[in-house]
């Protein structure tokens, strides 16, 4: 018969399934953590500085992600991707959040909302485009690599 094509890394998973587990860890490891940082920046109220920081680093990141397999082709390859690809799935949620005025949690508590309904329905709804876009990008960017 013929030899099937592997890759070198993914300890000598055949090729279809290599590339499927590759994309699937770049797209959980970026959502987990778009995820942290969104939790972070919310419970520090830093999100103007990640959105600076990160509007910043998002285009040579991104290159980076793009041109990683063919300069480091190990094993935990996707992962180091999920991980430069943060910069570009976050800025859209981290926009969002650096729109909030500063007073709204104190102001929230003061009407009687507790964390739970502040998040619900004052955060889900600002943040439930932005953060299903970068989900969505995250999966293409998981197909396309």
């Given amino acids: 018969m013929g030899v099937t094509s592997v890759i070198p890394f993914f300890l000598q998973i055949a090729l279809p399934y290599s590339l499927l587990w590759g994309g699937i860890c770049l797209s959980i490891t970026s959502i987990v953590l778009t995820l942290a940082l969104l939790k972070l920046a919310f419970a520090t109220h830093a999100g103007r500085i990640f959105y600076i920081a990160f509007f910043m680093l998002f285009i040579p990141t991104s290159v980076l992600a793009i041109f990683l397999p063919t300069v480091l082709a190990t094993s935990y390859t996707p992962f180091i991707q999920g991980a430069l690809s943060l910069p570009l ?14 007073a709204w949690e104190a102001t929230a508590q003061e009407l009687g909302a507790n964390q739970g309904a502040c998040v619900r329905l004052i955060l889900w709804p600002l943040l439930k485009k932005s953060l299903v876009f970068s989900f969505f990008l995250s999966f293409f960017l998981g197909i396309a690599q």
């Fill in 89 to 102: 799935l976050a800025l859209w949620p981290l926009a969002k959040l650096e729109a909030l005025p500063e």
